[in-house]
Every structure is written in C-alpha cells, then in structure tokens.
T-cell receptor
C-alpha cells in the first residue's frame, strides 16, 4: 500500500519567487491537510481539504494557498516567498469518516523549502 | 477549545532505562489522543492512538500510553529505551465532534545515551 507522497522533497528558492508543493494521499483518503514545521514555531497547521473544499484553515497570510483535485491529490502554493518561509512542509491524509473520532493522520516525508 | 501541553521539551535517558514523556490535554468533548514520532528529516509516524476504548493503549516499538481523564493526561512510556528511540515525539489531540481539527504539542526531543 503506497503511503503519502510529497514532491519535491527538497527545493531552493529566492525571495519573491513562488513555489508549488504537491501531495498524493493514500488511496481512499479524502482529507488532505498541510503543516509547516520550523525550529522556532514547531508544527503549525496551514489548511485542510476534503472533497475539493477547504474545510479548516490555520492562521497564515493569504500568500499561502492550496487546492485539492477530484482524485484527492492536493497542492499548496506560497507566493512572494520570504526568508521566514523556509521550513519543512508536511502533508497528511486521512479517511475523515463522518462520526469517527479516530481519523488517523498519515504523514508524508515532507518537502523541505529553503528560501535564500 | 482544545489544547495540548508537552511538559518537557527535552528528555535524556540511558539505553535500557525507562522512558516517560509527559502530555496533558484540554478538550471540551471526548478527545481522541495520539502520539507521533519524528526521526530527523522524516515525516511523522503514528505510535499509538486512544479513542475511548481501553485506557491503556499499546503502540509500536514497545511504547504504550495511559489515558487518565481525572488528570487530563496521556503520558507515553516504554520500559527500556533503545538507541533507535532517539527522535522527537508529538502528542496530538482531536475532538470527536467531527471538526477534524488536530492540535499538536510542541514536541519532546528524546535523547538516548549509550
């Protein structure tokens, strides 16, 4: 059973550029969520998508956006990159079954973004 | 509102000695609780989960955690630490109300000394 796949694994950008990260969830998982992890701020929730709709959103500026496709694959985009956007971006998928409190998040290996 | 507090940012143990990583939570509803482990430059891996069944939960690699409602705690333990246990551990709370929101603790970095 394939896990959660994130691409690219590593990338380097310069300030002002934009970046798109991709996440392919486990087959059958309809929910995809994104997290930013930095040494200073820890793990912070960006947003969650379910059936192509953003269902939950964290406290990040509008430069951070995402979308989900009909096959549940998701992308996140960061525009006008800043040095502080350097981080490990983690994607997680789950079945998100209604009424179930134990929707286990399965994480990908992450995309490490460095902004110069 | 949910919250989770990991009481120690760093824990050091000697190989072969017990491990205790502490987690307290706050939740308005019946919570689901999880422990995840993250090895360097890797994603998070589920260790175990509590979902209102047995209060003592057994996970992978010999880890277990006990849900104590009266103390609002969900501490992670292992009888004997192994060098490969060195990693960062995250306690996570999610409400069963269907909001699908997960609150992560700030993490505890476990160091295992030879």
């Amino acid at each position: 059973k394939a896990g959660v796949t994130q691409t690219p694994r590593y990338l380097i950008k310069t300030r002002g550029q934009q970046v798109t990260l991709s996440c392919s969830p486990i087959s059958g998982h309809r929910s995809v969520s994104w997290y930013q992890q930095t040494p200073g701020q820890g793990l912070q929730f960006l947003f969650e998508y379910f059936s192509e709709t953003q269902r939950n959103k964290g406290n990040f500026p509008g430069r951070f956006s995402g979308r989900q496709f009909s096959n549940s694959r998701s992308e996140m985009n960061v525009s006008t990159l800043e040095l502080g956007d350097s981080a490990l971006y983690l994607c997680a998928s789950s079945r998100a079954m209604v009424g179930s409190g134990a929707n286990v998040l399965t994480f990908g290996a992450g995309s490490r973004l460095t902004v110069l | 509102a949910q919250s989770v507090t990991q009481l120690d940012s760093h824990v050091s143990v000697s190989e072969g000695t017990p491990v205790l990583l502490r987690c307290n939570y706050s939740s308005s509803y019946s919570p689901s609780l999880f422990w995840y482990v993250q090895h360097p430059n890797k994603g998070l891996q589920l260790l175990l989960k509590y979902t209102s069944a047995a209060t003592l939960v057994k996970g992978i690699n010999g880890f277990e955690a006990e849900f104590k409602k009266s103390e609002t705690s969900f501490h992670l333990t292992k009888p004997s630490a192994h060098m490969s246990d060195a990693a960062e551990y995250f306690c996570v709370v999610s409400e069963t109300s269907g909001t699908y929101k997960y609150i992560f603790g700030t993490g505890t970095r476990l160091k295992v000394l030879a």
